[in-house]
């Protein structure tokens, strides 16, 4: 089975990181040094998913054509109630077509969406 590897540019990659670690209990599996001083860290949500935190600032060095690409993700959640009690900003669970859903702001404003696991 493959993985899915997300890249997200973020402001603060320490901030981002902790927030995915607290909340989804993400785990750090690579901490990647890049030119001039920054670096990169990829979290494991499962065994199928894996965010890679790149600075803002070195993609606007080296890759700005893509700085402002923010995904549009969905994640599927078997502890959908529970995550959705943790996350200080999960909006309201609603009902989108026979699925329940709920979004949710990461530190840096980024919206993504949860939905309950079948």
């Given at each position: 089975?493959?993985?899915t590897?997300?890249?997200?540019?973020?402001?603060d990659v320490?901030?981002?990181?902790?927030?995915?670690?607290?909340?989804?209990a993400?785990?750090?599996?690579?901490?990647?040094?890049l030119?001039?001083d920054f670096k990169?860290l990829?979290?494991?949500l499962?065994s199928?998913?894996e965010?890679?935190?790149?600075p803002r600032a070195?993609?606007?060095t080296?890759s700005?054509?893509?700085l402002?690409?923010?995904?549009?993700?969905?994640?599927?959640?078997?502890?959908?109630k529970?995550?959705?009690?943790?996350?200080?900003t999960?909006g309201e669970?609603?009902d989108n077509?026979?699925t329940l859903?709920f979004?949710f702001a990461?530190?840096?404003?980024?919206?993504?969406v949860?939905a309950?696991?079948d």
């Amino acid at each position: 089975m493959q993985k899915t590897r997300v890249m997200l540019y973020v402001e603060d990659v320490d901030q981002s990181v902790k927030f995915w670690q607290d909340n989804f209990a993400a785990k750090v599996t690579e901490v990647n040094k890049l030119p001039d001083d920054f670096k990169n860290l990829v979290l494991t949500l499962s065994s199928q998913v894996e965010l890679a935190f790149f600075p803002r600032a070195f993609i606007a060095t080296y890759s700005p054509e893509v700085l402002n690409n923010t995904p549009s993700l969905m994640f599927f959640s078997d502890d959908f109630k529970g995550l959705h009690a943790r996350l200080k900003t999960a909006g309201e669970i609603v009902d989108n077509n026979g699925t329940l859903t709920f979004n949710f702001a990461d530190p840096e404003g980024n919206y993504f969406v949860v939905a309950q696991a079948d």
